[in-house]
Nanobody, 120 residues
Framework: QVQLVESGGGLVQPGGSLRLSCAASGSIFSIVSMGWYRQPPGKQRELVATLNSGGGRNYADSVKGRFSISRDNAKNTVYLQMNSLKPEDTAVYYC??????????????WGQGTQVTVSS
């Protein structure tokens, strides 16, 4: 019902920057929030940043001051600007969209994941 297409991952040196994008499409009635989660090798998926429909932002402590989440409402697209990247930021990054697909039904939808590798 809702499809998410991610882009922007890749290999970057420590201290570098990357920008992830995630476009939502499909039978979207309204979006509650969009955000990013990540799963480092051998670890569980964890929250990186979220942005709700009211403009409220939430960041993991480990990325505060380095990452910034934004959204283009007209395009149903969320961005994650990642600066001052560290090797511990290496993970598969997943886009999340919490959306109503009807007036009374909402669900969480996930992208396929994009690999971010921070290494010299």
């Amino acid at each position: 019902q809702v499809q998410l297409v991610e882009s922007g991952g890749g290999l970057v040196q420590p201290g570098g920057s990357l920008r992830l994008s995630c476009a939502a499409s499909g039978s979207i009635f309204s979006i509650v929030s969009m955000g990013w989660y990540r799963q480092p090798p051998g670890k569980q998926r964890e929250l990186v940043a979220t942005l709700n429909s009211g403009g409220g932002r939430n960041y993991a402590d480990s990325v505060k001051g380095r990452f910034s989440i934004s959204r283009d409402n007209a395009k149903n697209t969320v961005y994650l600007q990642m600066n001052s990247l560290k090797p511990e930021d290496t993970a598969v990054y997943y886009c999340n969209c919490r959306a109503y697909v009807s007036v009374s039904y909402w669900d969480d939808y996930w992208g396929q994941g994009t690999q971010v590798t921070v290494s010299s």
